[in-house]
């Protein structure tokens, strides 16, 4: 590109008369320029602009019009996609754009890759130990935070965050808060810990009010083991547990539904219902626990298997989170709202510029369809990126071309019409499930057991005893071993430790962040589970139709020892998935790309990141380093934050992979 520099560099034009020499000649060399360079035929261009990145492909675009209408090439843009991604030429593009323009400003541009703000433990309103687990209310207003140092705290999630309510758990002899999550309409706060002293392996759960304005404690319940954590069942009904030692690594784990509005007095009482009973051997025990409102499988939702991909990354999840009929929808709605945009916009000039081919893809009868768009620009002397798009006149051609999506198992086969009435059939039928981990093998979790939950009766609910030291005590009559055992519908074997489990939003997918055993290892003690990679696999697990459909990349490392217990959380939206690591960074992955796009930094282990489930482009992420961060995307960094702060914050921004 020297004589292309040379080019730019030449347009300015001397202006005293003792160069006038001089500038005669500058001015033919910049005129034989400006002829060589518009006399080069548009592949030449093209394959020039093919090898440049992103931020000069966009400084080529303000160059003139003809070299403007070349940088809005769809198939230059896919060349740049997946060379920054570095993702398989083949992989179609997803559902939530038809331009691999706007494809590349999402992943790189719409992503939470800033550090907006930063709590401390300097901070007056920091957690004072190690952060363990963030989790967002559902309207993404608030989001709350728990500490070994025994505090749950709620953050207003506007920029800066700002504490809103917090309380300490130790007067209840609590050693540290573990866990939180919001209900269903965001008015109670659930809170998990660990007790201190002889009951170190039982733990308790506190509910909190966040009515008009309020932060008050509504009741507390007994939950052992500890790291059951526990639930929200609905808006008014939560899960906890209890264990009981039937014999030497044999035990008994009972599943409670308690409600969290009892109206008692006494904090410490409890009204519950036993929801299951299920049978423990070798070790293992019932863990946490997680419930999901998952689609019925009627015929018309589509498992996403990628296991024929032929891509060179490891298989990667085509993980829409959308079932069959939402995909051919959102397509079909995208291709006409694009030449809708594009109609409207378009100029009355009768001259056009070059021509360019769009590729659209769309559902019709099961498959995924290509058609191309002939797209004609009329000259235009404004150079704004979003008049460039608009500004087309668009016109068929007689070009298309079926295939199956690459890697996608496409079930049902659907008319054309049904994609105009997708938005008016019925809604999709809904049950209940409880997920959480078990094992059979050794003590430690390596299976994923799912359990369908039946209506609760309210004829079912009991009044609970409480202890003179004020532990939760359940009813004795549950130690009967005449009550039998529920049995586990379906058990998914993951042959590793499983660390921390996230749906999707749609209750669609199960994550799970799994530390692989070696291959083909025998477990003769249930007591010496098997050694642990320190890689980090991410299991994604069909919910519909109960099976394991890819693992996606491996990035994120942990390294504490089989035999100690540890989490790392993680989390899922409808385009991403964030999980934290023992490598001191927290991690940010597409769906259905499977790449790793982002790493955020933090000076220890990273446990928990949370995304804003209004707001994709905020993430919160917690660790060891007492540190809160929140991070931001790109584009929200350029809009909100000051030039000065900018620079300042590139020496601690997120690093792009």
């Not at 060399?29 to 020039?48: D, G, H, K, Y």
Request: proline residues 3%.
């Amino acid at each position: 590109m020297s004589h292309f520099s040379y080019f730019l560099s030449s347009k300015t034009m001397p202006t005293t008369a003792a160069t006038a020499a001089a500038a005669a000649a500058t001015t033919t060399t910049a005129a034989a320029a400006v002829a060589s360079w518009n006399q080069l035929p548009e592949i030449v261009l093209f394959q020039i602009l093919s090898h440049l990145n992103f931020v000069d492909i966009v400084r080529f675009r303000r160059v003139c019009r003809s070299w403007s209408q070349l940088t809005y090439d769809q198939l230059l843009w896919k060349r740049v996609f997946c060379r920054h991604f570095k993702i398989a030429h083949s992989q179609p593009i997803s559902v939530w754009n038809d331009l691999w323009e706007l494809e590349f400003k999402r992943l790189h541009f719409k992503t939470p890759a800033v550090e907006a703000q930063c709590i401390t433990i300097d901070a007056e309103d920091a957690h004072k130990d190690q952060v363990l687990h963030v989790s967002f209310s559902h309207n993404g207003l608030m989001f709350a935070t728990t500490s070994k140092d025994c505090f749950v705290k709620v953050w207003e999630s506007g920029h800066p965050c700002q504490l809103l309510y917090f309380h300490s758990l130790k007067e209840f002899k609590w050693k540290y808060t573990q866990f939180c999550q919001f209900n269903r309409d965001d008015t109670l706060l659930l809170v998990s810990g660990v007790h201190m002293g002889s009951h170190a392996t039982s733990g308790e759960i506190a509910v909190y009010s966040l009515k008009n304005g309020e932060f008050n404690l509504q009741c507390r319940v007994y939950n052992k083991p500890y790291d059951i954590f526990g639930c929200w069942y609905d808006s008014d009904l939560l899960l906890s547990g209890n264990l009981h030692w039937l014999e030497q690594l044999v035990s008994c784990s009972l599943i409670w539904v308690n409600k969290a509005c009892q109206e008692l007095d006494d904090t410490r009482k409890s009204v519950i219902s036993r929801l299951f009973r299920f049978f423990n051997d070798r070790g293992s025990t019932v863990r946490s626990l997680m419930v999901a409102d998952v689609p019925v499988d009627d015929g018309h939702v589509v498992a996403m298997d990628t296991s024929s991909s032929s891509s060179s990354h490891p298989k990667v999840i085509l993980d829409y989170g959308l079932s069959f009929e939402e995909v051919t929808f959102r397509l079909s709605s995208q291709r006409n709202a694009l030449r809708t945009e594009c109609s409207r916009k378009k100029r009355k000039s009768a001259n056009s510029g070059i021509k360019q081919v769009q590729v659209l893809n769309f559902v019709r009868r099961g498959q995924v369809k290509t058609e191309c768009i002939e797209l004609s620009e009329s000259d235009s002397d404004d150079d704004d990126d979003a008049d460039h798009e608009g500004a087309s006149r668009m016109k068929r051609i007689s070009f298309q071309k079926d295939h199956q999506l690459a890697g996608t198992s496409l079930d049902a086969q659907i008319s054309e019409d049904s994609v105009a009435s997708s938005s008016e059939s019925a809604p999709i039928r809904l049950d209940k499930y409880l997920i959480f981990t078990t094992g059979c093998k050794t003590y430690t979790p390596h299976q994923i057991g799912i359990k369908k939950i039946e209506t609760i009766q309210d004829s079912r609910f009991v009044m609970a005893a409480y202890s003179g030291e004020g532990y939760r005590m359940l009813p004795d009559s549950e130690n009967s071993e005449s009550l039998g055992f529920d049995q586990i519908d379906h058990i998914i074997e993951m042959h590793g430790h499983i660390i921390g489990m996230a749906l999707s939003p749609d209750h669609r997918y199960l994550y799970v962040n799994n530390r692989p055993w070696p291959h083909d290892y025998v477990i003769e003690d249930p007591l010496d589970p098997p050694p642990i990679a320190q890689e980090i696999d991410i299991h994604v697990i069909d919910l519909v139709h109960f099976k394991e459909v890819g693992v996606m990349h491996r990035s994120h490392k942990a390294y504490t020892p089989n035999d100690e217990c540890f989490f790392i959380f993680l989390d899922v939206c409808d385009k991403y998935v964030a999980s934290g690591a023992e490598d001191k960074h927290g991690y940010l992955w597409d769906r259905n790309y499977g790449v790793c796009l982002t790493k955020f930094q933090h000076d220890d282990v990273v446990n928990c990141v949370a995304f804003n489930p209004k707001d994709s482009s905020m993430l919160v992420t917690v660790s060891d380093d007492f540190k809160i961060k929140v991070w931001r995307s790109r584009e929200w960094a350029a809009a909100s934050l000051p030039s000065k702060s900018q620079e300042a914050q590139s020496s601690s921004s997120a690093s792009s992979v």
